[in-house]
């Protein structure tokens, strides 16, 4: 069994910055992407930032250069930087891995997801 933790949420005034880690645990075999996304209330859930096993990052161009993902593979941790932080910032955020798990029957890849951390940004 799986399970994606996170940490790191918040209320932080605007301009301000805080950090979100995400952990994997369980029977894990290999993971591959993983990422952050967020929900805002009566809103769609989006992409913020994704990073590769190779640590290739992509960035929504809301977040962009405000933004860092970075993991730690040995770990199976993701994290994300947030700075300068706005009000339209405010959402839940959720961790997702692309995790590659050893059954009896070879290898089962799917996505996990997080139970989501609240990030206010409110003065």
């Known amino acids: 069994q799986v399970q994606l933790v996170e940490s790191g949420g918040g209320l932080v005034e605007p301009g301000g910055s805080l950090r979100l880690s995400c952990a994997a645990s369980?029977?894990?075999?290999?993971?591959?992407?993983m990422g952050w996304y967020r929900q805002a209330p009566g809103r769609q859930r989006e992409l913020v930032a994704d990073?590769?096993?190779?640590?290739?990052?992509s960035y929504s161009e809301s977040v962009k250069g405000r933004f860092t993902i970075f993991r730690d593979n040995a770990k199976n941790t993701v994290s994300l930087q947030m700075n300068s932080l706005k009000p339209e910032d405010t959402a839940v955020y959720y961790c997702?891995?692309?995790?590659?798990?050893?059954?009896?029957?070879?290898?089962?890849?799917?996505?996990?997801w997080g139970q989501g951390t609240q990030v206010t940004v409110s003065s």
């Open positions: 990073i590769t096993s190779g640590g290739t990052t």
């Open positions: 369980g029977s894990i075999f290999r993971v591959d992407a």
């Open positions: 997702k891995a692309e995790i590659a798990t050893y059954t009896g029957k070879g290898l089962y890849i799917s996505d996990y």
